[in-house]
């Protein structure tokens, strides 16, 4: 069992910076690719950024590229999301996701994952 508990968001301005956090407990941290997805009101979850295990690669969405990074420290089992330029579409509640030896574009699937942490609110104000 994997326990993920998010933490950074809150209410920032057009343009500002957040850093998100997802702290991991349980299992070995390392051997679990991580995932960043976000749910708008009335919208479905949906993929934002994923770091694999091992040597790590990164993927992100195409509306977050160059914004968003998302890189992880596996000695303090914690995960980031480092967001700049931040716009209003990018407010919904961010959810970080775990996902045992996950490899390649099945880090993009909400759907593979299989611990997810309770969320933390991101609000952009324009």
């Known amino acids: 069992q994997v326990q993920l508990v998010e933490s950074g968001g809150g209410l920032v301005q057009a343009g500002g910076s957040l850093r998100l956090s997802c702290a991991a407990s349980g299992r070995t941290f390392s051997n679990y690719a991580m995932g960043w997805f976000r749910q708008a009101p009335g919208k479905e979850r949906e993929f934002v950024a994923a770091?694999?295990?091992?040597?790590?690669?990164?993927y992100s969405a195409d509306s977050v590229k160059g914004r968003f990074t998302i890189s992880r420290a596996n000695a303090k089992n914690t995960v980031y999301l480092q967001k700049h330029s931040l716009k209003p579409e990018d407010t919904a509640v961010y959810y970080c996701g775990a996902v045992l030896y996950g490899t390649g574009s099945a880090n993009l699937d909400a759907s593979q994952y299989d611990y997810w942490g309770q969320g933390t609110q991101v609000t952009v104000s324009s």
């Open positions: 770091i694999s295990w091992g040597i790590p690669s990164t």
